[in-house]
């Protein structure tokens, strides 16, 4: 079970695609005790990993703080972030803080295209160091990579460059328009391509010794069956969203996952624990009575369609068909 929790909207970047819309905090974000709160609902609910995203989450100053509370509580503390403001002595810290691992976007190879994504024109160099800095403190790193049209042909070399760097593996995100992603309707792949490229990516996982991960894209688990590839127990289900997974705003509103904007419930109102429980929400995902094509689907145990996508396309229902699907839509 793994929880998100966006620490804060504070960040030194501004990302195209940014679901968060992040860049300036929001009013009332959760206060450190209100975290440790949090932590203390999360552990209860039975989460083992959780992950401090943002926003970029090493802007708050308590982190570190947060981090060692988290662990002291039985939690895999794991982070989302960009990457640049990992110096050597923050790597240490982390450490020694406890946290587990660190997830660190790179979405080119090419410094420019990745400068310009980013927003920033030194976020290329920074992020690569933060990557270093991770491996010389021991603190063990992987390598999170946004799918576009632009950079979809350097998603196999950048698998390839996360094996040299000394990353433990590669997460592929296929993203949902929302927030400054809004775009990405335009420029994301084609069901075709899609299709074509988690067969090509699920063919390099039997070339590499680092997992490799798509992400909101859940129908990679039919495609791994398809080509061979043992995904092992840790990926054992596509979309997770409110069945083994949520995430907590910074203000702390819950939701089924980043991409969702249906609420199921205030942490400032209920504890956590009782929201994962009792959420008309998180019920209603639980039911898995999808429709369409993913209600027909054999895979619909292992895959589930994506819930975002489905909410997205088909005005707020979330137990519709993923039209992102090529064999659904009987393409393949």
């Known amino acids: ?30 206060t450190t005790e209100e975290g440790k709160k949090l932590i203390d609902g999360i552990a209860r609910a039975g989460f083992k990993i959780m992950i401090f995203s943002g926003g970029e989450p090493l802007t708050r100053p308590d982190i570190y703080e947060l981090v060692a509370y988290a662990a002291s509580k039985g939690l895999r503390p794991v982070f989302g972030t960009n990457g640049m403001l990992i110096t050597k002595e923050v790597a240490r810290k982390l450490k020694d803080a406890g946290a587990a691992a660190m997830g660190i976007s790179l979405d080119s190879l090419d410094e420019k295209k990745h400068n310009e994504f980013r927003g920033h024109p030194e976020a290329y160099k920074r992020t690569i160091q933060g990557m270093k800095n991770c491996r010389e403190a021991g603190l063990p790193f992987q390598i999170h990579t946004t799918v576009m049209d632009w950079n979809k042909g350097e998603i196999l070399d950048i698998i390839d460059f996360a094996v040299e760097m000394g990353a433990i593996a590669e997460y592929i995100f296929f993203l949902i328009p929302v927030g400054r992603g809004v775009f990405i309707e335009e420029t994301a792949v084609e069901s075709l391509e899609y299709e074509k490229l988690l067969r090509s990516i699920m063919e390099k996982q039997k070339e590499v010794p680092i997992s490799i991960k798509p992400t909101c894209a859940p129908q990679f688990t039919r495609v791994a069956k398809e080509v061979g590839v043992e995904v092992g127990d840790r990926f054992t289900r596509g979309c997770l969203a409110g069945l083994t997974y949520c995430i907590i705003s910074p203000v702390g509103k819950v939701r089924p996952c980043a991409y969702m904007v249906e609420e199921a419930g205030d942490v400032r109102e209920y504890e956590f624990d009782q929201i994962w429980e009792h959420s008309p929400v998180f019920q209603k995902l639980r039911s898995k009575k999808y429709a369409g094509s993913c209600g027909e689907c054999e895979y619909n145990d292992v895959c589930g369609g994506c819930r975002a996508r489905a909410a997205y396309y088909h005005e707020g229902d979330i137990l519709q068909e993923d039209n992102y699907c090529a064999y659904g839509q009987k393409l393949v």
Do not use: R
């Open 1 to 30: 079970m793994i929880v998100s929790w966006m620490t804060t909207n504070l960040c030194n970047l501004t990302c195209s695609h940014c679901y968060q819309d992040a860049g300036e905090a929001k009013e009332a974000e959760l």
